[in-house]
């Protein structure tokens, strides 16, 4: 699957990319992450989340007694969109099928959706952030679904934090519990 994304030409973002970013961590995580594309950090890297973002989602990890290594962390979509646009749905859409064999393949317990595009693209819905985090929704395969603040906006946002962090500990609950 990771060669076949490398060769993608599925896509417009093809074109202007360094690397395709695939997505790290633990092949069998309970914690499956997924973020919204990979910035320039990230293209020139061929990693996600290595800027600033990655940095704050580091710690979060950390005070969830986890780490990078021990979860998955991927993107809706592998490539770059140019000057950091949000990918289109088009795009979203090209890509979805390398997303949902990660899936598959990993079975994570649990499903944590970083920011409106993650969210919206993995629930197939348009509301908004604020909105959707907080309480467990169902995504692909039936798996459980916590969205939270993406990473990008908590460093922005400094006060929803405090929402970040209890998004956090009902995934956390949600994985005891869900995925024993
Ligand atoms: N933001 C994302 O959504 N993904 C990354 O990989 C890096 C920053
Ligand atoms: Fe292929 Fe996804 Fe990259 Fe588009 S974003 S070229 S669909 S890997």
Redesign the pocket.
Known sequence: LETAVARCTRCALAERRQHT?FGVGARDARWMIV?????AQ?DRRGE??V?R??TLLDAMLAALGTRRDAVFIT?IVKCRPPGNRDPTSEEADACRDYLLAQIAHVDPGLILA??RVAAQQLLGVKTPVGKLRGRLHQGPGARPVVVTY?P?YLLRTPAAKRQAWADLQLAQSCVAVCAP
């Open positions: 970013v973020g919204e594309a990979p910035g990230e996600p989340f800027g973002a990655g993107n970083l920011g993406h990008a």
